[in-house]
């Protein structure tokens, strides 16, 4: 069970909560360097697929506000059942993992320097799952996330039963890069669901109102984005957004280029 500590971050990086929305932050430095970090309240994601599955099964008439309203709240107590009412935890992924995996290429130092957590509290309505990686230039950023890919092929294949259509197959590949005050991105979906398949019904399902969020936090001021998707800026944040669902099918384009001012 311990090995599985590894693979969390991969969990969370292929977007394995099915209803939940996704963020992902990057804090860039002048030279290259920076955090990759990913998050997501689980509270909210609990939720939103126990509500969804209560609408599939028909258990709640979906046209009273009032009853809908009855059941989140409901739904809302019975999820903070199984959890602390407050929480601020570190998670060791190098603990107890083998040196013949550790050992391998850059492994170790990718699981090492990964700070995974748990933190939030019932007081604050929120518990976020997430890690946190800290590099050294976009080189090093791109190997990290290749070996999250990776790690995520190899639970993947190794995992038995059935699993909803969608979570496990469709991979994103994303590449990153910062030259003469141009941050980019390119990113490459692979194996897209088709949303004619029966099967993708269940997951449009649970899956309709979640999001994908990419937050770019930038050393200096922004002079222009360049992008298809949905994007603001907040000072030197620039924020895009994306439907999970979009991404999943592979209709989300999710390259863009920031040019930041001299």
């Known amino acids: 069970m311990k090995i599985l500590k590894v693979l969390l971050i991969s969990v969370i990086a292929t977007m394995s909560v099915s209803c939940g929305n996704v963020t992902e932050e990057i804090y860039l430095n002048e030279d290259g360097s920076g955090e990759y970090g990913l998050y997501y309240d689980m509270i909210p994601a609990a939720v939103d697929m126990s509500m969804q599955m209560a609408v599939m099964f028909g258990k709640v008439d979906t046209t009273n506000s009032m009853a809908m309203d009855s059941l989140r709240n409901a739904v809302l107590n019975k999820v903070w059942e199984d959890f602390p009412d407050k929480v601020d935890s570190v998670i060791d992924l190098a603990e107890g993992v083998p040196d013949s995996l550790l050992n391998y290429g850059n492994n170790r130092q990718y699981v090492e320097k990964t700070h995974g957590y ?3 509290s019932r007081e604050e309505g929120s518990i ?15 190997g990290y996330l290749d070996f ?5 092929q190899a639970k993947s294949a190794g995992r038995r039963g059935v699993s909803v259509s969608g979570i496990n197959s469709t991979k994103t590949d994303a590449t990153y890069t910062f030259s003469k005050n141009k941050f980019t991105r390119k990113v490459k979906i692979s194996n897209p669901q088709d949303p004619e398949e029966k099967s993708f019904a269940l997951l449009k399902n649970m899956m309709s109102d ?8 930038t050393p200096k001021n922004v002079e222009k984005v360049k992008t298809k998707g949905q994007y603001s800026i907040e000072g030197k944040k620039v924020i895009f957004t994306y439907k999970l669902l979009d991404i999943l099918t592979g209709e989300a384009d999710m390259d ?3 040019t930041l001012e001299d």
């Open 118 to 120: 748990m933190r939030g």
């Open 128 to 142: 976020y799952m997430g890690m946190k990686y800290p590099f050294k230039g976009t080189t090093e950023l791109n």
């Open 148 to 152: 999250v890919n990776r790690s995520q």
């Open 210 to 217: 979640a999001t994908y969020t990419t937050i770019i936090n």
């Open 256 to 258: 863009l280029q920031i």
